[in-house]
Structure formats: structure tokens, C-alpha cells
């Protein structure tokens, strides 16, 4: 992983973040060059855990570190948007939904940070 993307990443589990409130816009930044990027879990997916959310968002990053512009326009999409507006839960995230289920293997989002 390049030190763009780990930066990011870190950038990302910081302070309580799980995903921006505006994730369907950072999809749609991102979506037009990897229409194969995981979707974010908003609307339908809403009732997943916060793990989950978390791991989607650090997997749409994951998927984009190979595009340096790409990369650098999501880094300045998220780190521009302020701490109010994201959706934020204390670590460690709670891996059940809303139905009580877990829906995340678990340890997987640890392969996914720096």
C-alpha cells in the first residue's frame, strides 16, 4: 500500500470515524473510474454495523490507491469534510447490525489498515 493510501486510512480511523455523512457523493467521485467499488452502505444498507461501514469505506480506498489522482481528490474530499459531518462510534465498532446479526468476519478490516 502507497504512503498516500496508509495516510488516508489512518486519516479515516481517527477520531471516532466510520463513514461521511456525504459517502454517496464520495461514491460518486470514485464510482466514475471503478464502477466495481463497493457501494456505501447507506439507504438499503443502513442497518449494517459499524464495522461494516467502516470496512466498505476502507475497501473503496483500498480499490482506488493505484489512481495517484484519484487518490489525492478522495483524500481532499474526505479530510475536507469536518468532524460534524461524519457519522462517528467509539472503537472498538460494534459488528452487529441492526437485527443483531454479525456482518463482518471477524479481523477482517485489520487487513485493510496500514
Known amino acids: 500500500m502507497n504512503e498516500q ?3 488516508l486510512i489512518e486519516f479515516v480511523i481517527s477520531e471516532d470515524r466510520v463513514h461521511p455523512k456525504r459517502w454517496h457523493q464520495f461514491y460518486k467521485i470514485i464510482s466514475k473510474q471503478y464502477p466495481d467499488v463497493p457501494k456505501p452502505l447507506i439507504l438499503g444498507g443502513s442497518i449494517a454495523s459499524d464495522l461494516a461501514k467502516r470496512t466498505v469505506l476502507l475497501k473503496q480506498i483500498h480499490t482506488i490507491q493505484v489512481d495517484q489522482k484519484l487518490l489525492l481528490r478522495a483524500d481532499r474530499f ?3 469534510e469536518p468532524i460534524s459531518a461524519w457519522y462517528r462510534a467509539p472503537d472498538p465498532l460494534s ?4 437485527y443483531g446479526d454479525e456482518d463482518v468476519p471477524p479481523l477482517i478490516h485489520l487487513s485493510l489498515l496500514p
Open 78 to 80: 474526505l479530510r475536507g
Open 5 to 7: 493510501a496508509k495516510a
Open 95 to 98: 459488528n452487529k447490525g441492526s
